[in-house]
């Protein structure tokens, strides 16, 4: 009986799975994966983005890290009219200039309508800019235009500059406001509230195109098929809104409400200008422009110093409070 061929055992290999050449003894299959990148090379990648970003980092330290190390370290000093000049040496204070900013009842006043101020700047800015986003999605071409036009324009104009305008429209011996509304000689600048209100609707009109543009762009992205779905349930606009259109939006709400938060609290211009440095007897004053009185009207620059590190430690406070929460209910930023 004559062996089989090498050709024929080879063939049956094949006929069964077994592949091609038999394995060479105590070796192993080569992998397929192109091997892994060594340690070296992966560090280098992981470092890649940092390079690319030290420019912007450096730019950032230089106009953003130091003047904020700056403003805190005066806060712990005696940092007056006296020291500037040079006549009296400069003192490390501690927390003395806290101890004293928060042993003052009028802070806590500034305080106070600070945050009710900013609170009702955010929540108008928020609603108009959200409602005339959903009318340009409602209306033709030309009128669309003009809106985003005229809100633009108000976007534009220097705080300073709307502020002047504002007092203007509502002045109360040329201004046309009061003709309309038949209030005669009425000073909307006298009253706190009235005051208050007077301001708010001014940083609402140079506030609202930039929420209005970002919701719109927003709304344009979501998917037609899924207005129209809710549409064709019977679901009313506000309904529509309130369960699809707010969820999908979450993250760009989040952006707009973070910004109207910092830009609202820290109003300084409009509140300046239009109340003439915070009112009748200080009735008017927010943190911010209690700081500048405080740093140059009363030349306290360690006790405003101590009022701006304290409106930082509550922008950071509110934000990461805001996205915590968030992120709790499983948004994803």
């Given amino acids: 009986m004559t062996a089989p061929s090498s050709s024929g055992v080879l063939e049956r290999r094949r006929v069964r799975g077994g592949g091609g050449l038999p394995r060479p003894r105590g070796g192993s299959r080569k992998s397929n994966t192109a091997p892994r990148p060594r340690g070296g090379r992966r560090a280098r990648g992981q470092k890649a983005p940092w390079l690319y970003l030290a420019p912007a980092l450096v730019v950032l330290g230089g106009l953003l890290v130091y003047p904020v190390y700056q403003l805190g370290l005066i806060s712990f000093f005696e940092y007056t009219q006296a020291q500037v000049s040079g ?22 006043q500034v305080l106070l309508a600070t945050v009710v101020f900013a609170a009702a700047c955010v929540v108008s800015t928020l609603a108009v ?22 809100a633009l324009g108000a976007w534009a104009t220097p705080a300073i500059t709307g502020s002047t305008v504002w007092l203007f429209l509502f002045d109360p011996d ?91 609290f820290k109003v300084f211009t409009q509140i300046y200008v239009m109340t ?8 008017n004053l927010v943190l911010n422009v209690y700081a500048y009185q405080k740093a140059f009207a009363s030349s306290q620059y360690s006790l405003g110093s101590a009022i701006g590190v304290v409106m930082l430690v509550i922008l950071l406070a509110v934000t990461l409070v805001y996205l915590r929460l968030l992120r709790r209910q499983g948004e994803e930023l």
């Fill in 174 to 264: 040329f201004g046309p406001v009061n003709r309309m509304l038949g209030l005669g000689e009425y000073s909307w600048t006298y009253g706190r509230v009235s005051a208050f209100f007077l301001v708010l609707l001014e940083v609402v009109w140079c506030s609202f195109p930039f929420v209005m543009v970002t919701v719109y762009a927003g709304i344009r992205a979501v998917p037609s098929e899924v207005l129209e779905a809710a549409s064709l349930d019977g679901a009313s606009q506000w309904r529509i809104w309130r369960s699809v259109l707010a969820p999908m939006l979450r993250p760009i709400l989040v952006v707009v409400t973070i910004q109207s938060v910092i830009w609202d």
């Fill in 129 to 150: 800019g959200c409602a005339l986003a959903v009318l340009l999605t409602r209306v033709r071409a030309v009128p669309r235009l003009a809106l985003m036009l005229a």
């Fill in 87 to 108: 006549g009296e040496p400069t003192t490390f204070q501690g927390f003395g200039n806290y101890a004293e900013l928060f042993s003052d009842s009028q802070f806590w």
């Fill in 276 to 283: 003439n440095g915070g009112g009748i007897a200080g009735q």
